[in-house]
């Protein structure tokens, strides 16, 4: 997302832009596959940041304008309802704020005021500013309140949705997600993830821009500080004088041929990576009485948000999405149900298994996610037996699928824990955009293309 946004300012600028795309579709972590004629969407459960047509200040409203598309372009249907169920307390949301609020002063009085100094904190914060520092997260909401439960409710969906560190999150990081969880809300476009890209592609496409798909860079080759030379997969020769690589941090130093093996790219691979079923079935959720667009659970005493140490996934805490559950125009459904489940993984030991044991532990796995969520849902009419009658088609992605499609290593699909805020490498003209870069979902994904291109590539 965030190379398709830097290729169409280059575009639209008169430059020459060159997309590399190792794989045969574009999206990265936002993409959608096809089995057996069943079409899956991976990554986006929700465009968050939404914003209605025309506010101002708005990100969406200002990366449209960068990119010279149309608001309507997007397909843009808002959520229903969303909610944060733990043992103890649940906290349902929408896309009006004011009601979130309501939730918070009900369920903790005590905590309210403070809460609200939070947000007023949160709304004056330049979260976008490329050279901020950072800091904890936990800290300063401690600051604000003393409600540990009230910290977890709130950590966990902006973690799940955002967190490269565990258990804690660095403080712009937590501002950029709690805005466009919170203060924006989420959306979708009907046809998923495709129409996003189609968009993306189209609007490249028409101003001339170049794509080159399977086509990976296998190495950067630099001279003076300045990087020169990409050498492709098949051993192809491009030069350039402006790189921006959306690969991730410490995979894109390990490209570089003055530093593959730097204690900088050791010391900043991330942990967190996930595990995702996706289920499609023979109901429309609200009919099994399942109305929430998002549920982000935890049946733990208390919340961890870290990659499992003893076990390949941890089933007690995670995601479940159920993208029918929009606000689409009148009348239209999608043709099917969709139940997707992302849960914390082991950065490590999927990586470790046999074919045949791998393929074994995601089937015995979906089973147990499966029973996690349904332990989860409201109005428990559905077994695992009955649900997996209605069963039309499902699939589940690891670790493992996640490295291999987008080159993360340990399948970390947030990147590196300590982000390159301002896009800078060792090298003069080489620059970071995307996850690493710091700006989280899709809209920080193609603001992050957009500003680190405006600042180095087009101010010269």
């Not at 990081?173 to 805005?179: G, S, T």
């Not at 993208?323 to 239209?332: I, K, L, Q, T, V």
């Amino acid at each position: 997302m965030s190379g398709l946004a830097s290729g169409i300012r280059l575009a639209l600028a008169g430059k020459n832009p060159l997309i590399l795309e190792r794989h045969n579709a574009s999206g990265g972590l936002n993409s959608f596959y096809s089995i057996d004629g069943e079409k899956y969407d991976v990554g986006l459960h929700a465009l968050t940041n939404y914003a209605p047509k025309g506010t101002k200040g708005a990100p969406l409203t200002k990366l449209l304008r960068q990119l010279r598309i149309p608001y309507e372009a997007f397909d843009l249907s808002e959520q229903l309802h969303s909610k944060i169920h733990f043992p103890d307390c649940t906290l349902s949301f929408n896309n009006d704020f004011k009601y979130f609020e309501s939730q918070i002063a009900e369920a903790f009085p005590e905590s309210i005021d403070g809460f609200r100094k939070l947000v007023a904190e949160i709304v004056q914060y330049d979260a976008f500013n490329l050279e901020k520092g950072s800091s904890a997260t936990r800290s300063i909401l401690q600051r604000h309140f003393k409600n540990p439960l009230l910290e977890s409710m709130l950590l966990c969906p902006i973690m799940y949705y955002g967190s490269a560190t565990e258990n804690d999150m660095d403080f712009s990081q937590f501002v950029i997600m709690f805005r466009s969880l919170f203060l924006e809300g989420f959306a979708r476009p009907f046809n998923g993830v495709r129409t996003l890209i189609k968009v993306l592609q189209d609007k490249y496409r028409s101003l001339g821009g170049i794509r080159k798909m399977r086509c990976g860079v296998a190495q950067i080759l630099s001279k003076n500080q300045r990087a020169h030379t990409v050498i492709l997969d098949d051993g192809t020769s491009i030069h350039s004088d402006q790189i921006i690589s959306t690969a991730g941090y410490s995979e894109t130093l390990q490209l570089c041929d003055d530093q593959p093996a730097s204690q900088e790219c050791q010391n900043n691979i991330g942990t967190m990576t996930f595990t995702e079923t996706i289920t499609l079935f023979d109901a429309q959720p609200a009919d099994l009485g399942w109305e929430d667009t998002i549920i982000f659970f935890n049946r733990s005493p208390e919340f961890n948000y870290r990659s499992p140490r003893q076990q390949l996934v941890d089933p007690d805490s995670g995601v479940i999405c159920f993208p029918n559950n929009y606000a689409y125009p009148e009348g239209a459904q999608l043709e099917h149900g969709i139940l997707r489940i992302t849960a914390q993984a082991h950065n490590q030991a999927w990586f470790e298994l046999a074919e045949a044991e791998y393929q074994k532990e995601k089937t015995d796995w979906y089973e147990r996610l499966q029973a996690t969520a349904l332990s989860v849902l409201p109005q428990h009419s559905e077994s695992c037996q009955s649900m997996a009658q209605r069963t039309l088609a499902k699939d589940m992605f690891t670790p493992r699928t996640i490295k291999k499609y987008t080159g993360h290593l340990n399948g970390a699909i947030y990147g590196c824990p300590k982000k390159i805020k301002n896009g800078r490498t060792h090298l003069e003209n080489l620059y970071i955009a995307g996850t690493d870069q710091g700006f989280l979902g899709i809209v920080g994904a193609l603001l992050s293309g957009i500003s680190i291109t405006n600042k180095y590539c087009l101010t010269q």
